[in-house]
């Protein structure tokens, strides 16, 4: 565990505004809406509200991520969130998201899927050029619903980089 941990620092450390693209792509994206499922073992007082012993409690996840109150705008694509303000590096006090659930049944491939959707999307941005498809005229629309957010098709074109 500690290699992954020691190369996901590594990585965020020399390349802060692709981590901060990484970052605001699973926040923004919030794939598990709900996370998972928890139930209480026992009567629980959390902040003045009483939940009953075999409360079936889930996170909304989506609104911690999408909540005005928290990032401003919250439908904007903006990694510079995440950065310190010269960019230099990410800011370690902004605000956590929760892309792989939270709590002590939180994700266990937390490190190794935030390794792997960084390294995916460094070795695609480094061979392609990535272009909206003009000719269908992309217009994204809502994400459907269900327990992961699927976005609706649409296209890209991805133009080589060696091949110029």
């Not at 007082?45 to 911690?64: C, E, G, R």
Request: hydrophobic share 40%; glycine share 4%; proline share 7%.
């Amino acid at each position: 565990m500690t290699i992954f941990v020691t190369f996901r620092v590594h990585i965020f450390c020399r390349m802060p505004y692709t981590a901060a693209i990484t970052l605001e792509i699973l926040r923004i994206s919030s794939l598990v809406p709900f996370g998972t499922v928890h139930r209480t073992l026992e009567d629980v007082t959390f902040h003045s509200y009483q939940i009953p012993k075999d409360t079936i409690i889930m996170a909304n996840l989506y609104q911690v991520h999408h909540d005005k109150e928290i990032w401003g705008d919250p439908e904007t694509f903006r990694p510079e969130r995440f950065l310190t303000k010269d960019g230099s590096q990410i800011d370690v006090n902004h605000p956590k998201i929760l892309p792989f659930s939270i709590g002590k049944r939180q994700c266990l491939g937390e490190v190794l899927g935030r390794n792997n959707i960084f390294l995916f999307l460094t070795s695609l941005f480094q061979r392609f050029d990535i272009l909206s498809d003009s000719v269908s005229n992309n217009v994204i629309g809502t994400p459907q619903a269900g327990i992961f957010r699927n976005p609706p098709p649409f296209k890209v074109v991805f133009r080589d980089r060696l091949q110029k």
